[in-house]
């Protein structure tokens, strides 16, 4: 799966922004999970994360519901 998984595309016009990009998703994922606890509402499950492959690859039910919780902070 990781030497599938090109987002960014390969080659010498694969995207410019690939390290910013990464770099961001590292740092704004972090800071998301820092503050808030991420949990899997009841209709999220095994079977809606089902993954259907055509030209994208997508959970059957074309959507992650997840909730936001706020952790308590000192
Ligand atoms: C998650 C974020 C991003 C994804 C998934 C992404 C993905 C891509 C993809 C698939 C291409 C086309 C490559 C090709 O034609 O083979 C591309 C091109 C490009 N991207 Fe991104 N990109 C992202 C963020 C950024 C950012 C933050 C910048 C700039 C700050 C950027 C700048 C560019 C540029 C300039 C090109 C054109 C490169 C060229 O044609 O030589 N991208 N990107």
Not at 8 to 17: E, M, T, W
């Amino acid at each position: 799966m990781k030497a599938n998984f090109l987002p960014f595309s390969v080659g010498p016009r694969n995207c410019a922004g690939m390290n910013l990009a990464n770099l961001e998703l590292r740092l704004h994922i972090g800071t998301i999970l820092r503050k808030y606890e991420v949990i899997a509402p009841p209709q999220t499950t095994r079977e809606s994360l089902k993954m259907e492959e055509y030209f994208f690859l997508t959970p059957t039910s074309h959507k992650i519901d997840l909730l936001f919780k706020r952790k308590l902070t000192l």
